[in-house]
Structure formats: C-alpha cells, structure tokens
Nanobody, 124 residues
Framework: QVQLVESGGGLVQAGGSLRLSCAAS????????MGWLRQAPGKEREFVAA????????PYADSVKGRFTISRDNAKNTVYLQMNSLKPEDTAVYYC?????????????????WGQGTQVTVSS
C-alpha cells in the first residue's frame, strides 16, 4: 500500500511560481510511474504531467508544456511539480497519483493511489 501526501500549494500572482511536492510512503514507490492531475471548479479532472519510474519519460499536457516540470527523487520517495509562469487558468486542486498501471493509465486519470489534493490559486 502506498500513501501520497501533497504539499506546496497556495496563492500566487499570475507570472509567479510554485513547487508542489508529493511524499510517498512505502518502498514500492520507486517502481511506479507517478503524475499530477488537476481539477478546477466546475470542470472535469485533467492530466497535467507524469514521470516514469526511472524519470526517463515525462509527458505533459499541451497547456503546461514549457512552463511546468515534473521530477522525482526516489531516494526521498518524492515527486515534484515545478510550476512557472502561472496563469489564472492554472487555478485548481492538484492531485498526485501513481501506481503499477503506468504512464498510460495516469494520463487517462486512472491510478491506484491518490493524494488528498492541494489547492493552487493564481490571481490575475
């Protein structure tokens, strides 16, 4: 069993930056693909970014390419999402997710393990 805890959300002005962290429990974390998804009020949850277990593959949603960077530190059981040049449309609850199903499943919003979410609010 893996538990995921996100942190790092908050309120930031447009053009600013935030770094989200997702701390995982359990030794199997380092074998799993991980990712970030987000859900804005009144909208469906959408894929943001994902990372393979070894960090070699990092797909992104078109809306965040060039602005967001996903990374992981398997020694610390942590996944990060560096968010730069934030826009008001990035406002959402951001969820960390992952598991043995892999990158494809995460991109579809399907993952075995989920965090509780962290709020990111970008003011104009």
């Amino acid at each position: 069993q893996v538990q995921l805890v996100e942190s790092g959300g908050g309120l930031v002005q447009a053009g600013g930056s935030l770094r989200l962290s997702c701390a995982a429990s359990g030794r199997t974390f380092r074998r799993y693909a991980m990712g970030w998804l987000r859900q804005a009020p009144g909208k469906e949850r959408e894929f943001v970014a994902a990372i393979s277990w070894n960090g070699y593959s990092t797909p992104y949603a078109d809306s965040v390419k060039g602005r967001f960077t996903i990374s992981r530190d398997n020694a610390k059981n942590t996944v990060y999402l560096q968010m730069n040049s934030l826009k008001p449309e990035d406002t959402a609850v951001y969820y960390c997710a992952g598991g043995p199903s892999g990158l494809g499943s995460i991109r579809l919003g399907h993952a075995e393990y989920w965090g509780q979410g962290t709020q990111v609010t970008v003011s104009s």
